[in-house]
Structure formats: structure tokens, C-alpha cells
């Protein structure tokens, strides 16, 4: 089920909802890793990791959607913003 919307600072052009879900994170040099996402939003998801990415790197992002069964979403994302041994905020390149 998922929780009332949270709106992370004011300068966003999209709401984010807090979503803790599990996935994994697809890079070139690390390889696949179980991650979390922290939140969603139409264009994007902030997933806390330690791996090491550059900004502007394209990563494969794969997860079940809230309120899905089973029906996982895989989709290229590029890498916005790296916190070093914290959170990564994607972009969503191919979401449909």
C-alpha cells in the first residue's frame, strides 16, 4: 500500500512519494547489487547505495512496482546526483 505523498524540498518539479521497495542496481564496474529505493516519481527514484557511480553514468534500475503483483520493471537510468556511500538520485531514461 502506499503512504501519503511526502514532498521533498520546494525547488522539485515533481512530487515524490516515499516508496521503500527492494531492487537491484545494474552498473557496468560493480555488477548487480540488491538495493532500496527510498522514493518515486515520474521521472526518477533516489535508491540508497555504496556503490561507486559517476554522475551522468547509465545504470539499469529493476523493481515490482507498488500495487503490482510480480510484474517487475527493468529500465535504463541515467545517474543525476551520487552521494558517496549514500543515496543515488536516477533519472528515468525508458519508462513506459
Known amino acids: 500500500m502506499l503512504t501519503p505523498i511526502e ?6 518539479r515533481h512530487l515524490r512519494r516515499a516508496v521503500p521497495l527492494g531492487c537491484e542496481l545494474f552498473t557496468e564496474r560493480g ?5 532500496s529505493i527510498v522514493d518515486l516519481s515520474p521521472r526518477g527514484a533516489r535508491v540508497t547505495s555504496a556503490v561507486q557511480v559517476l ?6 534500475l529493476s523493481f515490482v512496482p507498488p500495487g503490482a503483483r510480480d510484474d517487475r520493471v527493468s529500465t535504463v537510468c541515467r545517474v543525476a546526483h551520487a552521494n558517496p556511500g549514500g543515496a543515488l538520485g536516477l533519472e528515468f531514461l525508458s519508462l513506459e
Do not use: F, K, Q, T
Open 31 to 35: 555488477g548487480s547489487r540488491v538495493e
Open 7 to 12: 514532498i521533498i524540498p520546494h525547488d522539485r
Open 55 to 60: 554522475r551522468g553514468e547509465d545504470v539499469l
